[in-house]
């Protein structure tokens, strides 16, 4: 919690957190802000602009895009959080009983996990989808079947790292089992380094899944999804660009988000990387002023 209260002091990563979390609310509550029905057709409406009563306009169907870009958001953002979640218990489950135990344990666990890590992850994706079929539920199946190895391997890290310490060591010698230790000392010490990897895998599944949906390969019409709506806005692209604008914009700011949020994580974790940022920043900003100083004279 206090690391959480450490990284929100950053304006920056508050106005993140801010709006993943108004985002997220929406999604969830989706039926009460969509003002209309998001699967609803209206011939008559096809490629209407903006009104009163449809606030972003309509699509090839007549659809409120607005209610889909609402509804879009639990596929595109919370389905891919909760593959993020089962993908980060899962790779700190074996990381955890990998960095801990390690002997035969150790080198079993990191050899499975060297196998799946040898596989790229889009080909993996796409092989998943070409035996089980297209279908947002199998892309995610493909995230979890591909991240958890990489989350092992790094929480293993960071585990091996921390069981090092006195107080861990002092533990042992004190007779606290290994479950306690877990709990108490090295699941707290982890944390923050678990949170920083998975911030940092969370903008990049959102871009995946939204251009899987782009290619017809995830979600399925008449479902809502902002990649999907991107796709469908095409033929009108040149003579109404403001229809790819909404769900476009959608998923630049939730990135956005999700990577300035990840970078405080990091700087939160790495006091030095904030250091050296706050550094850079400065260097840059006496660079422009001089170079602002210079076209005046």
């Not at 003002?35 to 602009?49: F, G, I, Q, T, W």
């Not at 700087?267 to 850079?280: F, G, H, Y």
Request: proline share 4%; charged share 15%.
């Amino acid at each position: 919690m206090m690391f959480l209260k450490n990284v929100l002091k950053d304006r920056v990563a508050a106005a993140s957190f801010a709006i993943l979390v108004a985002v997220m609310t929406v999604g969830i509550f989706a039926p009460v802000f969509a003002p209309h029905d998001p699967e609803e057709v209206h011939m008559e409406l096809r490629y209407a602009s903006a009104s009163w009563e449809y606030w972003l306009g309509n699509d090839h169907l007549g659809r409120c895009i607005l209610s889909r870009l609402i509804y879009g958001i639990q596929p595109s953002v919370l389905g891919v959080l909760a593959a993020l979640l089962l993908s980060v218990l899962l790779g700190a489950v074996i990381g955890f009983v990998a960095g801990y135990f390690r002997g035969k344990t150790d080198v079993i666990l990191m050899r499975i996990c060297d196998v799946m890590l040898s596989f790229p992850s889009y080909v993996m994706t796409l092989a998943v989808v070409g035996i089980f079929g297209v279908g947002l539920e199998h892309i995610l199946m493909a995230f979890l079947l591909l991240k958890w190895a990489w989350f092992a391997r790094i929480i293993r890290t960071s585990v091996m790292q921390f069981s090092e310490s006195d107080y861990v060591k002092f533990a042992k010698v004190a007779g606290v089992g290994n479950a306690a230790i877990m709990r108490k000392h090295l699941i707290p010490a982890a944390l923050p380094d678990i949170a920083v990897i998975a911030s940092s895998s969370f903008g990049s599944m959102v871009l995946q899944i939204s251009g899987f949906s782009f290619l017809g390969l995830g979600i399925q019409a008449p479902k809502a999804e902002w990649g999907m709506m991107l796709n469908e806005a095409r033929e009108v692209m040149f003579s109404k660009p403001e229809f790819m604008l909404a769900p476009g914009l959608a998923i630049i700011i939730v990135v956005l988000a999700i990577n300035f949020l990840s970078d405080a994580f990091q700087a939160a974790v790495d006091p030095k990387l904030a250091a050296s940022s706050r550094k850079e920043r400065s260097m840059a900003e006496a660079a422009a002023g001089r170079l602002e100083r210079k076209e005046v004279a």
